[in-house]
């Protein structure tokens, strides 16, 4: 069974600049996250989809980042414009229907902003 | 405010012996814990989960955990230097399916 994909594994831009990272579930996993890790940190939740609904995006800065899960399965985080700040490992997750809460984590993309 | 407390580490321990890791949380109505292994540069894979009081055997993996005492702790036996990574344990809010990932623990096992 094919784990969770995620594109590009790594990323360098320049302040200021945009930046996309797209991802695709385990098939039959229809809840999504997207996490931001940060060196010797644990991951923090971004956005949760159910579906092609975002249930909690309570974590995501809106001012600058946005989400999207067209048709429910492959999804996309932008960031625009990038700052110093955003750099870090950001990780895509899936899992079964709640209460399900065992989640599965892609490879991430590695964001440098320079 | 959810926490989730781990000793950072690094925790050093010789080939063949026990690691334990250990993990509390401050969520009593928490039900449902989890250990994922991160290797450098990799992302966290799931290795256990547990939901009830009680020991959790899988392989050389036993996850443990005391409700009363809002604690889950995870050992190693028979540490190889494969187990050598950070061990993130993650705990979800009550009515809530966001998990909160403590910030890890840096496992050495020494050949």
């Known amino acids: 069974e094919a784990g969770v994909v995620q594109s590009p594994r790594y990323k360098i831009i320049e302040k200021k600049q945009p930046v996309a990272f797209w991802c695709n579930p385990i098939?039959?996993?229809?809840?999504l996250y997207w996490y931001r890790q940060n060196l010797g940190q644990g991951p923090e939740l971004l956005i949760r989809?159910?579906?092609?609904?975002?249930?909690?995006d309570s974590q995501l800065p809106k001012d600058r980042f946005s989400a999207e899960r067209l048709k429910g399965v492959d999804s996309t985080l932008k960031i625009q414009p990038a700052e110093l700040g955003d750099s870090a490992v950001y990780l895509c997750?899936?899992?079964?229907?709640?209460?399900?809460?065992?989640?599965?984590f892609g490879p991430g993309t590695r964001l440098t902003v320079t | 405010q959810k926490e989730v407390e781990q000793n950072s580490g690094p925790l050093s321990v010789p080939e063949g012996a026990i690691a334990s890791l250990n993990c509390t949380y401050s969520?009593?109505?928490?039900?449902?814990f989890f250990w994922y292994r991160q290797y450098s540069g990799k992302s966290p894979e799931l290795i256990m989960s547990?939901?009830?009081?009680g020991d959790k055997e899988d392989g050389r993996f036993t996850a443990q955990l005391n409700k009363a005492s809002q604690y889950v702790s995870l050992l190693i036996r028979d540490s190889q230097p494969s187990d050598s990574a950070t061990y993130l344990c993650?705990?979800?809010?009550?009515?809530?399916?966001?998990?909160?990932f403590g910030k890890g623990t840096k496992l050495s096992v020494i050949p």
């Open positions: 098939s039959g996993h229809n809840t």
């Open positions: 969520d009593r109505v928490s039900q449902s």
């Open positions: 989809y159910e579906n092609e609904e975002a249930v909690d």
């Open positions: 547990i939901y009830s009081n």
């Open positions: 997750a899936s899992s079964l229907d709640p209460p399900v809460y065992e989640q599965y």
């Open positions: 993650a705990v979800p809010g009550a009515g809530s399916y966001q998990l909160t």
